[in-house]
């Protein structure tokens, strides 16, 4: 009890900056297909069909985008023209495109998903227009299909940074791509998801999605609430950014250590979503450069090497009942720069990345692809040769 009048207070004293912001990552519209133009009886002539709505993925757009370019919330295709005497069959109407970003998911009024849109130029159609005038229809145009549609946008990125405020997590985007994240010393300075590439001297490029911070209590929408960790289900790491010195939303709160922090954010995202927890972890304990940051970390080694022996002595609320699986834990200070830190922090991050996608590779297909492909080519070429008498 005395936990949820803590964190319930802390709601009261978030910064107004976030209660005004408008972060934009579900869209209501309603779409409408053409209605089909009229037939002509007297010549047997057809009515064009009504234009169909289709959601299209864009690169480089946000739902921001989106509704600023939508002038009102109802789409409606153009109707088919009528059939005359001049043009016997009528020409279609205009189809209406809405342009996306890509990772949208599009559900229709009860819930059901109609579709994802992950690819750039990928398209889906949301409202069919009617069909125009014919025998079939008495010579009257059909209405168009009406439905409303949610878009609901997951950003797509290799690795979801997650974090309490002020662990540095947008220190670790700015460092490590080009992105230029606004850092600050107060707490949810991150009010918006934002997406980092991370370049390697190969060409190869890992996308990095920095979040908002969580807190305890985040399932209960304390603080910047759950509703951005939607965005690293579509990750495949997750990066963990500890601040060695714990973290303390202000003097009235409890201070949370490093290690309690960890086991906060697992008990997060276990309430979020346990799968998540299955994920591939990377723990970055930031801000080594700060007061006994080595003697903390000596202190608690033992205790992130094997985190349910620690899990286990915890007050209850904060108890996770699975626990993250910690892959690797690098103890860094990412205001330094240092960039030798930098390129070891980023080659571990591909290493586990790949290892993991080589993994679900060989469950997926099997140990090797090339005594399969063999075997492929063999069966096919037997399905084709001749038999020789
Ligand atoms: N001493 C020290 N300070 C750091 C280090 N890394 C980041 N900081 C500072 O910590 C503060 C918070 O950094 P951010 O990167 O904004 O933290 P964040 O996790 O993105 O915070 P939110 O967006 O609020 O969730 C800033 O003042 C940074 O300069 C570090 O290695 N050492
Ligand atoms: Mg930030």
Request: net charge positive; with cysteine.
């Amino acid at each position: 009890m005395v936990l949820l009048t803590q964190v319930l207070d802390c709601v009261k004293k978030l910064p107004r900056k976030y209660l005004r912001a408008r972060f934009i990552d579900t869209l209501r519209l309603n779409v409408r297909g053409g209605t089909g133009g009229a037939g002509l009886p007297r010549y047997g002539g057809l009515g064009g069909a009504g234009g169909n709505v289709y959601v299209i993925a864009k690169d480089g757009l946000n739902l921001g985008n989106v509704v600023k370019s939508l002038k009102t919330k109802r789409i409606k295709a153009d109707s088919g023209s009528d059939s005359s005497a001049k043009g016997i069959i009528g020409a279609p109407g205009q189809d209406k495109i809405i342009s996306v970003p890509r990772g949208v998911m599009i559900y229709n009024q009860n819930g059901v998903l109609l579709g994802e849109l992950n690819e750039d130029n990928t398209k889906l159609l949301v409202a069919k227009g009617g069909m125009g005038g014919s025998e079939q229809t008495g010579y009257c145009g059909l209405k168009g299909e009406t439905q409303t549609i949610k878009l609901d946008v997951k950003l797509i990125a290799d690795v979801g940074l997650v974090g309490f405020p002020n662990a540095g997590k947008s220190t670790f985007l700015a460092a490590v791509s080009r992105a230029k994240p606004k850092i600050a010393s107060y707490p949810f300075t991150t009010i918006r998801p934002r997406l980092g590439i991370m370049k390697y001297e190969d060409d190869r490029q890992i996308t990095v999605a920095d979040l908002p911070g969580l807190i305890e209590g985040a399932h209960m929408n304390i603080g910047m609430g759950h509703k951005f960790l939607k965005h690293i289900e579509r990750t495949k790491l997750l990066l963990f950014i500890i601040d060695i010195q714990g973290f303390q939303l202000s003097f009235k709160h409890t201070r949370r250590s490093c290690l309690e922090t960890v086991v906060l954010l697992n008990k997060e995202i276990e309430l979020y979503k346990p799968d998540l927890l299955k994920m591939p972890t990377i723990i970055i304990i930031n801000k080594m450069d700060t007061e006994n940051a080595d003697s903390i970390l000596k202190e608690i080694k033992p205790a992130l090497h094997d985190l349910s022996d620690y899990v286990a002595t915890c007050p209850e609320e904060m108890r996770p009942e699975q626990i993250i699986q910690i892959d690797d834990i690098l103890p860094v200070s990412l205001i330094s720069k240092n960039k030798k830190e930098i390129e070891t922090i980023k080659e571990r991050i591909r290493n586990i990345l790949d290892k993991y996608e080589e993994q679900r590779h060989i469950a997926q297909y099997g140990d090797s692809l090339d005594l399969q492909l063999i075997d492929r080519i063999k069966r096919q070429s037997e399905q084709r040769t001749p038999t020789i008498i």
